[in-house]
């Protein structure tokens, strides 16, 4: 098993800059490492969408359309932690966000293994 816990929300302004960090525990059989992570959203009355992933060793990443440009999404398997550093953040961002991990490559659906129980982020006009 994969215990995954968010933290960095919290209520900002428009045009803040917010940084996410997902961190990993897990059974000592299992190498975080070794599991591509993303990070998912879900503003209220919406569907779960992936914001960005990342493959086991950083050197692959993807990031969704609206958040392109504005975000980094980066790992420190070391620490078996994920960050996602957000910019010029927008009332559009505001949802919970969750982080997710999977073996193998990421995707842009919700297959994932594991979930974390949330962040909730707020963006104020």
């Known amino acids: 098993q994969v215990q995954l816990v968010e933290s960095g929300g919290g209520l900002v302004q428009a045009g803040d800059s917010l940084k996410l960090t997902c961190a990993a525990s897990?059974?000592?059989?299992?190498?975080?490492?070794?599991?591509?992570v993303a990070w998912f959203r879900q503003a209220p009355g919406k569907e779960r969408e992936i914001v960005a992933a990342?493959?086991?060793?950083?050197?692959?990443?993807y990031y969704a359309d609206s958040v392109k440009g504005r975000s980094t999404i980066s790992r420190t398997n070391a620490k078996d932690t994920v960050y996602l550093q957000m910019s010029s953040l927008n009332t559009d961002d505001t949802g919970v966000y969750y982080c997710?991990?999977?073996?193998?490559?990421?995707?842009?659906?919700?297959?994932?293994?594991?979930w974390g129980q949330g962040t909730q982020v707020t963006v104020s006009s």
């Open positions: 997710a991990a999977k073996r193998g490559l990421y995707v842009s659906g919700p297959d994932y293994d594991y």
């Open positions: 897990s059974d000592t059989s299992i190498i975080f490492g070794t599991y591509s």
């Open positions: 990342i493959n086991w060793s950083g050197l692959s990443t």
